[in-house]
């Protein structure tokens, strides 16, 4: 058979390339490993071996051997330019203390087990508690607009909640629960279908992290490690059991780092197959981590500052020709830029495709987004086209994500301008929105069945009197609250009398004179009359006493923004027929655009409140405090997301002690000192493998510090992956650093050992702590009765 | 014996004529009327009340930055004897005789003056030509914009002359590195490099970037040190702990003496003492200290206590309550217990007072001897003039229906009995038994029937509510926060048993003695902590612009105004020494990728040393530029023109370098050579003119017609004031 074949034929080519480490670790084929194993057993030291020779009949014995195509490259991971041509390979290295270790073992079997352990502990106890957990009310929600394509608006980007919808919809659950609230009771409805779908993705986790680790640092042992941390930390078997995008998330994420580092091995061989697969996957997956939600920006950093390493070193290599150069520029363009962004603007395309029925999101977009909408009071519109006297309307600004103007029975507080009624903008559907046109020096009744129609046109001086308060638009030479240069708008006067300081001239853009004015297809600009300044939407919060809506003013530089333009939206007038319009459609590029405006604005508006306790990214790494998923009281079935503290701590400890040892290698490195081969290949590992998932931690840490927005003790479970992966390989080459000191047999002793007791010591503290993870009945952990009783190390944990 | 005598004494000095004439110009163009105007001119109104209550020795707090400034400004006002009797409250209000305007201007006006130098020199450590240094020693002195800010009695200025002399000694530092370690000169290049760094920090927080980037060169130079096997590990060694020492343990300590210096000079107690701690305001004379003064320490059963809650924000209050009661109706529907408000009162009041009681007694008065309250402990608060107890329950507070209303109880006969224990926990105790002490502790209180903990929302309650602070009785404590902490502020052990008696007690001013005083690294770090974290309401300005305005220019700021003649003061640059910055800028960022990519293809366009050159010289300089302007786009407070000045001088700095470049490198010929300095020379002309034409608004004189003010608007953008007759 095939296989028979393959392993007859690597022991030639491997012995060609001598036990490198690296060389041959990296096969992710149990059969490489093997034939190589047995090919170690001999450890006969191999004549050295010019390098062009060993690559020509490498390639002669793959082809030879006709290898399946297909996502497999490891093998020779040798790249091409940190070994110039001509050099002869290395000797093979003495025997070492931890080979044996690995020799016997696999790559598939553990990783069989691995995945086994990881999916039943994400699976166990997955129906429990049976009601809604934590932000599942968000997310369930947002799944189930999905199965009834009802419009919603959110600040993340919509595959995360699209795929939980897709498996709410396969697993036949209907759409119909409301979410209301953490802690409402599932009753009949299926929701196992959505937890099940993330508890999968969130159990493939730990495969993804042995592969990744495995990879970087061809050692099984250091591989396991990772694996078993992933497995046996409360915190993620908590996040990943839950209706959530963090599971989603993060396994776009590692499938992208993993496909990265996948790709980063066929080097070797570009233009490959295997190549060619693993890199647009990586493009794939980026996309795919992007479109769950912002966070995944930082993945994708991590992979553009890696491909530009790469290329900077193929630009070093001199045997490579401009045109292969640009080849390869042009390959990683097009699948890590080109193939993303298609695919992310898929996302969307689907998402607008499936949503088409009014929903509560769509006053926070513009009257032609909304016309598109099934059910929405614009969709198949029909209102009297031409805006008279006596009409009543809705003002929409025609900024993105702009409000609809508003006023209410508030004042602006003291030091704020004049003490009048606010004026502002508004996202949401309100009476408060409603605005009769009047003429400017006339309060007339204009709907009196007596007055005959009367149009508005362009350039009439008009008043505007808000229909619930009936105080007229007004602005004045007060400062405006936030934007100091404008002027204030206010609501004045009373029952409709104000002063002159009441009066807008209305024009339509790009209009002549005396022309009508069209409900929803003008844009319209109001003049202030007495300044000569434009009503606008600056588009900033006003505090609280505000309402936290947006500010509008009178603009007194006259600049052609949307900012300053608005439409018509809603138009009532009984005494004109209503006519059916129809609204330009917006362009699919138009709608993206939109989206996204609405989606930052959203984002940057969830700011913490003044003396709200809120989580502080510091507190992130010491898992300082856990949050509560369900349950409150004693009698109550309590979950709290916190990690696992002993292997947190560990990955804390960790981090010190990589860059302590980073250190000390690349100072005796550049100080010159005579490393030895294994120490070498050991520092490699280190300095490489380990300073790129370093580099995937701060990405995905530090920027917390600088965010506004709130945060919450989730936001660091990305950055909780990489550590993780960072501790396998920093405890594994600590280990190996030991042990090569030592003599041999001690030096194995001291590895087994040091391996098993971190082993052993996660799997006991899982042990103790699993109860946050599965679940928590009686009393509380400061209870001496408590099955949490002695665990609560630290005070600020509350279970 | 007398051997010397046989030899003549011979003193050589060296004169670098250029480096003269540059101070000259420098001073001149720099201090020229320095007095004029005699108003105030824009942020002087903001600095001048700090000068004044330097000379005072008031204690404030300035969240704009650390003390530094603020003292050489003080200097200055010291020197010329000011008495600090100003009001500071408009900006062009005329100065009082007793206000020394040239020499609280003199400090910035020298340190701007003394930039031109400066710039020169750094050129001429850098390796660039003298012409070159001239060059750009020139540009600095024909900037308006830099002319402006080092004229008046503001910081920025100060900052970029600590800023450049940083570079300086580094680069002199460096050069004497190769042949000369451990020499008296390299020592002082060092230490000086490390000073100006503190000084440059010290004035403003902006210093920080600069400082960073330096911090960033020295390791990068540190590092081809340690790679430098000619060198013994031990001597590798000492290089690095003279750096470390240098550039790291000296600014610390510098940083930490100008606080020192800062928290000495001010005890007296003033207007911010309501941001500090009880604890840091008993330290100041007057203020606090005068009310507890002789306080008695622990808090026993029976004191007299007002409760302060230790956030301080919105605003420092005070635990309250009076007779109103909760209105039985929110405006929302909502219902409430219809008892004794209890709210959080940002002023002294005499309903502020409440006290301690033991619940398993009757008495209100302190025993003989007293019995002090300790961690842990079960107690009443009695509120002083109303006589009832402080008292949560299952009740939905007024603005925050998560949480657990606080009232005084009251009984209506009702089926909701009084819940009025609390356990006193102080959180920032020694041990287990601490004893609660005025001032110093700070305590929760957490009820013990609901284990709610006693909380200032921060909201303020409507009308009903007079507008005070909304108290809560947190639910889930999520950890600590200091909303959640009291500590007692003024304190007195009660004596009458008597109501009546007892509101006369309360109202008379409490006496008795103990001092604290906090240690000094107490004080630092509580003080710059509230500097760190002070948070202005911060509104738009009618000039506050955003960073994107700044490399073109697009914006201005208008300074001064005279009422009568129209003589105006901008802040407005040389336009066309920006334009060139920019240009500069992106033609070293093109060629230097250019050479980049290429070298890395091994083919190398000019020799080794001129690329070194030119890393060096446009890392410092580019680098300098992105340090201190890039980051604001990250900012979140009101920004200005004038915080991209220290930008643009690296900027600046940057053009005689490109410039040398492409005479060097890139004219091979010589006509094109000639050209270029023909270009040069029209170029330097131009840049003079513009200056020239700015100058009016630059120094305030000579006042200019409405149509030369017209036609000096080239921006649309640019608000220069012009009348309306």
């Given amino acids: ?799 | 014996m007398l051997g010397f005598l046989k030899q003549p004494v011979v003193v050589t000095a060296e004169i670098n004529m250029n480096l003269v004439a540059l101070t000259v110009m420098g001073l001149v163009n720099r201090l020229w009327a320095l007095s004029y105007p005699r108003a105030v001119v824009f942020d002087e109104v903001y600095y001048g009340q700090f000068v004044s209550l330097y000379m005072k020795r008031i204690f404030f707090v300035d969240d704009s930055g650390p003390p530094f400034g603020h003292m050489l400004l003080a200097f200055g006002g010291y020197l010329g004897g000011f008495d600090g009797n100003f009001l500071w409250n408009r900006i062009g209000a005329e100065y009082s005789m007793n206000v020394p305007v040239w020499s609280l201007r003199l400090l910035p006006a020298l340190t701007g003056a003394l930039c031109v130098p400066l710039a020169y020199q750094i050129l001429v450590e850098l390796h660039f030509s003298h012409c070159a240094a001239f060059g750009a020693a020139l540009l600095i002195l024909f900037e308006n914009s830099l002319i402006t800010q080092s004229r008046l009695m503001l910081l920025e200025s100060v900052l970029i002359f600590f800023i450049l002399l940083a570079i300086l000694s580094y680069l002199k530092f460096y050069n004497l590195q190769k042949c000369s370690p451990f020499t008296a000169g390299w020592w002082f290049w060092l230490l000086l490099t490390g000073v100006a760094c503190s000084c440059a920090v010290g004035v403003k927080y902006m210093g920080l970037f600069t400082y960073m980037l330096l911090l960033a060169i020295a390791g990068g130079h540190s590092w081809h040190l340690i790679g430098d096997q000619t060198l013994s590990n031990v001597s590798v060694l000492c290089h690095l702990l003279a750096r470390g020492l240098a550039l790291v343990v000296v600014p610390v300590a510098m940083y930490l003496s100008f606080f020192y210096v800062h928290l000495t000079v001010l005890y007296r107690s003033g207007p911010h003492d309501q941001i500090m701690t009880s604890a840091f305001q008993a330290s100041l004379e007057g203020g606090l200290a005068r009310i507890t003064q002789g306080q008695p320490l622990e808090v026993a059963y029976g004191s007299q206590i007002t409760l302060r809650n230790v956030l301080g924000k919105p605003v420092p209050c005070w635990l309250h309550s009076h007779k109103n009661t909760y209105p039985i109706r929110y405006e929302n529907g909502r219902g409430s217990s219809h008892q004794q408000q209890v709210t959080c009162y940002p002023f002294k009041d005499v309903n502020n007072w409440w006290i301690v009681k033991d619940p398993g007694m009757q008495q209100l008065v302190v025993s003989n001897p007293p019995r002090p309250v300790r961690h842990g402990h079960i107690v009443q608060l009695v509120h002083g003039i109303t006589t009832r107890y402080l008292n949560t329950h299952d009740v939905a507070a007024p603005l925050s229906p998560h949480s657990q209303e606080i009232s005084c109880y009251i009984d209506y006969n009702i089926s909701m009995p009084a819940q009025n224990l609390w356990r006193v926990e102080i959180v920032n105790r020694e041990s287990d038994t601490d004893v609660w002490k005025t001032i110093l502790s700070e305590v929760r209180f957490v009820h013990v029937n609901t284990s709610a903990v006693l909380k200032l929302s921060g909201a303020s309650l409507p009308e009903w509510g007079y507008r005070q602070l909304e108290i809560i009785g947190e639910k889930l404590s999520k950890g600590h926060h200091q909303s959640m902490l009291w500590n007692v502020e003024e304190h007195r052990y009660g004596k009458s048993q008597e109501q009546k008696e007892r509101e006369v007690e309360l109202h008379s001013p409490t006496q008795a003695d103990i001092s604290k005083n906090l240690s000094f690294m107490a004080r630092f770090t509580e003080l710059q902590w509230k500097i760190l974290t002070l948070k202005n309401e911060d509104t738009e300005h009618k000039y506050s612009s955003s960073p994107l305005d700044w490399i073109t220019m697009d914006t201005n700021i208008a300074y001064w105004f005279h009422p009568i003649s129209g003589a105006q003061i901008h802040l407005i640059g040389n336009i066309l020494t920006w334009a060139s910055a920019n240009v500069a800028t992106l033609v070293y960022v093109c060629l230097f990728l250019w050479y980049l990519l290429r070298r890395r293809r091994k083919i190398c366009d000019i020799p080794e040393d001129a690329w070194r050159l030119w890393v060096s010289a446009g890392g410092l300089c580019v680098g300098g530029w992105a340090v201190n302007y890039l980051p604001f786009f990250m900012m979140e407070k009101t920004l200005f023109l004038y915080h991209y000045l220290p930008a643009l001088t690296f900027q600046i700095l940057l053009i005689p370098v490109v410039l040398q470049h492409l005479t060097d490198h890139l004219c091979r010929s010589q006509l094109p050579k000639n050209m270029f300095s023909a270009l040069m020379v029209a170029w330097f002309s131009s840049i003079y003119l513009v200056y020239r034409t700015f100058s009016p608004l630059t120094y305030g004189e000579p006042t200019l017609s409405a149509a030369e003010l017209r036609s000096l608007r080239w921006k649309d953008s640019w608000d220069i004031l012009i009348r309306k007759h």
């Fill in chain 1, 1 to 799: 058979t095939l296989r028979r074949v393959r392993s007859v034929a690597f022991p030639t080519c491997l012995s060609l390339h001598p036990a490198t480490s690296r060389g041959d670790a990296l096969a992710p084929g149990a059969e490489n490993y093997n034939s190589h194993d047995a090919l170690r057993g001999n450890q006969t030291p191999l004549p050295a071996m010019p390098y062009g020779a060993d690559s020509l009949s490498l390639d002669a014995v793959r082809g030879g051997a006709r290898l399946p195509s297909g996502p497999r490259c490891g093998g020779l991971r040798q790249r091409r330019p940190r070994r110039p041509a001509g050099e002869p390979s290395r000797p093979s290295p003495p025997p070492r203390a931890w080979a044996p270790l690995e020799a016997p073992v696999g790559v598939w079997a553990p990783l069989a087990s691995i995945t086994l352990l990881s999916f039943a502990s994400r699976f166990y106890r997955l129906c429990e508690p049976p009601h809604v957990c934590w932000d599942e009310t968000h997310f369930g929600k947002m799944g189930s607009y999905y199965i009834n394509r009802t419009f919603f608006f959110d600040v993340h980007p919509p595959l995360g909640k699209m795929l939980i919808g897709l498996a709410g919809y396969l697993s036949g659950y209907n759409g119909t629960f409301p979410f209301q609230k953490p802690g409402d009771r599932y009753g009949h409805h299926n929701y196992i279908g959505m937890r099940g779908f993330c508890a999968f993705l969130g159990s493939c986790l730990v495969p993804f992290a042995y592969l990744i680790v495995l990879e970087l640092s061809k050692s099984l042992s250091a591989a396991l490690l990772a694996a078993s941390i992933l497995i046996f930390d409360t915190g993620c078997i908590t996040l990943s059991q839950y209706i959530l995008l963090d599971p989603i998330l993060m396994f776009f994420l590692m499938g992208a780092v993993l496909s990265m580092v996948k790709y980063n091995s066929c080097a070797v061989r570009p233009f490959s197959a295997p190549w060619w697969f693993w890199l647009s996957l990586t493009g794939v997956n980026l996309a795919g981590a992007i479109g769950v939600k912002f966070v995944g920006l930082f993945v994708v950093l991590l992979v553009g500052l890696n491909t530009v390493y790469d290329l900077w070193e193929l630009l070093g290599d001199l045997s490579l020709s401009l045109v292969t150069l640009g080849k390869h520029l042009l390959a990683r363009v097009f699948c890590l830029i080109l193939l993303p962004l298609v695919l992310y603007t898929a996302q969307f395309a689907v998402h607008f495709a499936v949503l088409n029925k009014s929903g509560p999101g769509d006053g926070f977009f513009s009257s032609a987004f909304q016309s598109r909408l099934i059910g929405n009071n614009l969709h198949n519109v029909s209102v009297p086209e031409h805006l008279a006297y006596g009409s009543v309307i809705t003002m929409k600004n025609l900024r993105m994500a702009g409000g609809y103007l508003h006023s209410h029975w508030h004042l602006y507080p003291e030091g704020v301008g004049a003490r009048q009624q606010q004026v502002t903008a508004y996202l949401h559907k309100d009476l408060n929105n409603l605005w009769v046109i009047k003429k400017h020096d006339s309060n007339t009744d204009h709907l009196d069945p007596s007055c005959s129609v009367e149009f508005v046109r362009h350039g009439d001086v008009i008043r505007l009197e808000h229909k619930e308060t009936s105080r007229n638009l007004h602005s004045h030479q007060h400062e405006a609250p936030m934007t100091r240069k404008h002027f204030q708008v206010t609501g004045y006067g009373i029952n409709g009398t104000g002063d002159a300081n009441d009066f807008w001239r209305i024009e339509v853009v790009g209009r002549k004179s005396g022309k009508r004015i069209k409900v929803l297809r003008s844009q319209i600009r109001l003049t202030h009359l007495a300044t000569g300044c434009i009503l606008g939407s600056s588009g900033k919060t006003l505090p609280k006493w505000g309402w936290e809506q947006v500010e509008v003013t009178c603009t007194p530089y006259v600049k052609e923004t949307p900012n300053a333009l608005w439409n018509v939206e809603d138009h009532i007038n009984p005494k004109l027929p209503n006519i059916s319009l129809d609204v330009l459609k917006p362009s699919f590029p138009e709608i993206l655009l939109e989206s996204h405006m609405v989606m930052i604005r959203g984002n940057s508006g969830l700011k913490p409140k003044e003396n709200e306790v809120t989580s502080k990214p510091w507190h992130w790494p010491i898992n300082y405090q856990g949050l509560r998923f369900s349950g409150v009281n004693e009698t109550d079935y309590r979950v709290y997301l916190l990690g696992n503290p002993v292997v947190w701590w560990l990955n804390l400890v960790t981090i010190g002690l990589y860059l302590l040892m980073a250190t000390c290698t690349i100072v005796a490195i550049k100080r010159g000192a005579q490393l030895t081969v294994e120490f070498k290949e050991l520092s490699e590992v280190l300095l490489h493998s380990g300073g790129k998932i370093m580099l995937g931690w701060l990405l995905h840490y530090l920027p917390f510090f600088m965010m506004g927005r709130v945060l919450y003790f989730h936001h660091y479970f990305p950055a909780m992956l990489f550590s993780s992966m960072l501790t396998g390989i920093t405890w594994d080459t600590l280990l190996k650093f030991c042990a090569g000191c030592l003599s041999c047999s001690m030096g194995k002793r001291v590895y087994t050992y040091g391996m098993l007791a971190l082993m052993l010591l996660i799997v006991y503290s899982f042990y103790l702590f699993h109860p946050l993870s599965y679940g928590m009945v009686g009393p509380m952990a400061s209870d001496p009765n408590s099955p949490m009783a002695g665990l609560r190390w630290l005070e600020s944990w509350e279970f």
